[in-house]
Antibody, heavy 125, light 110 residues
Framework: EVQLVESGGGLVQPGRSLRLSCAAS????????MHWVRQAPGKGLEWVSG????????GYADSVKGRFTISRDNAKNSLHLQMNSLRAEDTALYYC??????????????????WGRGTTVTVSS | QSALTQPPSASGSPGQSVTISCTGT?????????VSWYQQHPGKAPKVKIY???KRPSGVPDRFSGSKSGNTASLTVSGLQAEDEADYYC??????????FGGGTKLTVL
């Protein structure tokens, strides 16, 4: 069974940093693109960042570019999101998501499949 | 990267069909066939229903269908069932390794 377990969330003051992690199991992690998607309380989904299986392709939403860094450790089946200069508007539930397997492509970068339960980040003084 | 535009709400009676639109630009929806749709029930994680504009992942009933014309993608749910009541989000590739979601549509089964 595919499992994605996020950790690292919490309450942090504006301007400070936080590092989210996602532990993956139940699939061949290094075959799959991975993403971070967030959802503010009562709001819609917002794609935050994505990374291809080999880290050659990385993308960021404009709202986090220059402040957040995505990375992965295929040897440890883990995904990370380093979040710096946090703002109140970064407050959200952060989901770790793997890429959907479609014919001809394992873990496609363009579509999302299994979502973790999320970890909550609250930015407030 | 601007969010794709979806109607805030949609509704239909059981057995009917409902279509949800997702409007972007030539830089996202209109420029690529990498459109997907996700269903999210309250308090739950989203589930993919459609990928590559109109394809269904294994296990998704054929009551769910997708299409695209120009800068607008659409999701049609036919034979509405009570369990279809949920929030629906579209997503598109937007170039430069970026993805973008729509604002979401709350589907109510009357």
């Amino acid at each position: 069974e595919v499992q994605l377990v996020e950790s690292g969330g919490g309450l942090v003051q504006p301007g400070r940093s936080l590092r989210l992690s996602c532990a993956a199991s139940g699939f061949t992690f290094d075959d799959y693109a991975m993403h971070w998607v967030r959802q503010a309380p009562g709001k819609g989904l917002e794609w935050v960042s994505g990374i291809s299986w080999n880290s050659a392709t990385i993308g960021y939403a404009d709202s986090v570019k220059g402040r957040f860094t995505i990375s992965r450790d295929n040897a440890k089946n883990s995904l990370h999101l380093q979040m710096n200069s946090l703002r109140a508007e970064d407050t959200a539930l952060y989901y770790c998501v793997n890429g959907l397997t479609v014919p001809g492509t394992l873990g496609s970068y363009y579509y999302m499949d299994v979502w973790g339960r999320g970890t909550t980040v609250t930015v407030s003084s | 990267q601007s969010a794709l535009t979806q109607p805030p709400s949609a509704s239909g009676s059981p057995g009917q069909s409902v279509t949800i639109s997702c409007t972007g630009t030539s830089s996202d929806v209109g420029g690529y066939n990498y459109v997907s749709w996700y269903q999210q029930h309250p308090g739950k994680a989203p589930k993919v229903k459609i990928y590559e504009v109109s394809k269904r992942p294994s296990g998704v009933p054929d009551r769910f269908s997708g299409s695209k014309s120009g800068n607008t993608a659409s999701l049609t749910v036919s034979g509405l069932q009570a369990e279809d009541e949920a929030d629906y989000y579209c997503s598109s590739y937007a170039g430069s390794n970026n993805l973008v979601f729509g604002g979401g549509t709350k589907l109510t089964v009357l």
